[in-house]
C-alpha cells in the first residue's frame, strides 16, 4: 500500500475522502511564506478559516444590540452553549444531558473533583500516573490537601516498569485491585499526553467499580483524537479541552461530561452557581437553588460567547467530515503511512515510543533521537527551520500529529524528508 516515492503521498491524497477538508482552515506560514508541515494539532490546532466569521457575528452583535443580544440576537446569547452541546455529546460518546462545555480544562476538573472525591478515613486514596501533565497533578494534591489528607500517603501513583515508557494495562489494573477498598478516584488520562498511548478506559472504569471507586478521565489528547463512548463505558467523568484536535483557539473553551447516573444525584456536592440553577426560574433572582437537570447543573456562570463561536466553527467541521468515526478512519491511514516512512527512512536514528498497535494509539507520534551523535533540540530547531511545526518535550522527544482534518499525506512525506535533511546518517559511512 505504501512507498517512499512522492507519488505515494500524491495518490494517498487523492484518494482521501477528507482531503477537501484542507481548504476549510488556515494553515501557518513557514518562514519563507509557503504554507508550513503543521503537525501540532496535539498542542493547538489550525484555525478553521470559517472562525473569524463566527466570532465576528456575535461582535457585531455587541456592537449592534448590546445587550439585547442576550435575548434577541438570531442566537441569543442567554443559550448559547446550546449550540454546541449535541455536536460534543457526538464528540465524546455522551448523551446531551451529560455533556457541559464550559471553562477551561482544570477548572472544569476541580468542579468534578469537588464532586466525586469524597474521602473518607477508610477511603481516600486517588490514583494517577507518573507523568500525569502537571496540572493535574497539582489538581489533585490539592483537593486530598483541601480535604484535610496528606498526599504522601492519599496518592498513589502508577507508573511503567524500571526500563520501559509505557504503562502496561495490567499494572494499572493490579493497582487499583491491590488499592482496593482504600481508592475513592481513579484518575488517569484517555491519551497519555508525552507518549501518546491510549489507556484502555473501558477496562479501567470496571475494575475502578468493582472495587467501588470512581473513574474520571482527562481527555485533553482524546476528543477529536479517537472514538469515545464515555457513555457505554460507564466513566463517571471527565474534562477535556477543546483547543488541540477541535481547533477552538488558544485558551479555548473547555468541555466535562458527568454520567447520566451522577446526573440528579442530590448529595453530591457542588461549586454552585446561578447557572447551574433551573432555567426557567433563573432570572427570578431567587436565592433557592433548584439544579438544572443536566450536567449544566455543574456550570457556575454564563458562557463565554466569543470563544463558543470559536468551537462552532470547527465543530462543524467535524460534521461535515462524518464525524469521529470518518476522523479516525483516515487517521489510522495516516499513522500507517507514517509508520512506514520513520521504518524505512529514519531506522537507528529516530524511534517511536508510542504504541504501535492501533487500538493503544491516536494520531500524536511521540519520537525520540536515538542517534546519540545528534543533539535531538538540534533536530527540533531544523524543523523549525525548514517549516515543519512539531513541538519538543524534555529530555529527548519530538511530538507529530498527523491531524485528518487539515494535514495531507503530503505534509507526512514533506515532514520525514526534512527529518532526514537535518539528521544526517552516520557521519563515519557504517
Request: contains cysteine; glycine residues 8%; hydrophobic residues 40%.
Amino acid at each position: 500500500m505504501f512507498s517512499n516515492d512522492d507519488d505515494c503521498a500524491s495518490r494517498l491524497d487523492q484518494a482521501d475522502p477528507l482531503a477537501g477538508l484542507r481548504e476549510h482552515f488556515t494553515i501557518p506560514k513557514s518562514a519563507y511564506g509557503t504554507d508550513s508541515v503543521y503537525l501540532v494539532g496535539h498542542s493547538l490546532g489550525a484555525m478553521p478559516s470559517a472562525t473569524p466569521r463566527y466570532v465576528a457575528a456575535e461582535l457585531d452583535r455587541w456592537a449592534e444590540i448590546g445587550v439585547h443580544g442576550h435575548h434577541q440576537a438570531p442566537n441569543p446569547w442567554v443559550d448559547y452553549h446550546d449550540l454546541v452541546v449535541e455536536q460534543m455529546a457526538r464528540v465524546v460518546g455522551g448523551g446531551t444531558d451529560e455533556v457541559v462545555v464550559m471553562n477551561a480544562l482544570t477548572v472544569n476538573l476541580h468542579l468534578l473533583l469537588t464532586s466525586f472525591y469524597r474521602p473518607t478515613r477508610e477511603r481516600h486514596v486517588v490514583l494517577i500516573e507518573e507523568r500525569a501533565f502537571p496540572s493535574d497533578h497539582f489538581a489533585v494534591e490539592s483537593q486530598i490537601r483541601q480535604r484535610g489528607f496528606d498526599p504522601e500517603t492519599s496518592l498513589v501513583i502508577v507508573s511503567p516498569r524500571p526500563g520501559e515508557k509505557l504503562l502496561r494495562r495490567s499494572d494499572i489494573l493490579d493497582s487499583v485491585a491491590e488499592i482496593g477498598e482504600q481508592l475513592a478516584v481513579v484518575m488517569l488520562p484517555g491519551i497519555q499526553y508525552y507518549t501518546g498511548q491510549v489507556l484502555d478506559m473501558a477496562s479501567i472504569v470496571e475494575a475502578g467499580h468493582r472495587v467501588g471507586a470512581t473513574v474520571g478521565f482527562d481527555l485533553a489528547h482524546a476528543a477529536g483524537n479517537i472514538e469515545l463512548d464515555l457513555h457505554e463505558w460507564d466513566v463517571d467523568f471527565a474534562v477535556w479541552c477543546t483547543y488541540k484536535y477541535l481547533n477552538s483557539g488558544p485558551g479555548g473553551v473547555g468541555g466535562a461530561f458527568v454520567n447520566r447516573r451522577h446526573v440528579d444525584d442530590q448529595d453530591l456536592h457542588k461549586f454552585l452557581g446561578w447557572w447551574g440553577n433551573r432555567r426557567d426560574t433563573r432570572f427570578e433572582m431567587s436565592t433557592v437553588y433548584e439544579p438544572v437537570a443536566t450536567a449544566e447543573s455543574w456550570q457556575v456562570s454564563n458562557s463565554a460567547v466569543v470563544l463558543l463561536a470559536s468551537l462552532r466553527a470547527s465543530l462543524d467541521l467535524v460534521d461535515r467530515a462524518g464525524g469521529m468515526a470518518a476522523i479516525r478512519r483516515k487517521a489510522e491511514i495516516q499513522i500507517g503511512y507514517l509508520d512506514y516512512l520513520l521504518d524505512t527512512e529514519m531506522q537507528g536514528r529516530i524511534e517511536s515510543i508510542t504504541p504501535r498497535e492501533l487500538p493503544e494509539r491516536g494520531s500524536q507520534f511521540a519520537l525520540e533521537v536515538v542517534d546519540r551523535s545528534v543533539e535531538g533540540r538540534a533536530v527540533f530547531d531544523g524543523l523549525t527551520e525548514q517549516g515543519v511545526s512539531s513541538d519538543w518535550r524534555f529530555p529527548n522527544v519530538i511530538r507529530v500529529a498527523p491531524t485528518p482534518l487539515y494535514n495531507s499525506f503530503r505534509d507526512i512525506r514533506r515532514f520525514v524528508s526534512v527529518l532526514d535533511q537535518v539528521m544526517p546518517r552516520d557521519r563515519s559511512g557504517a
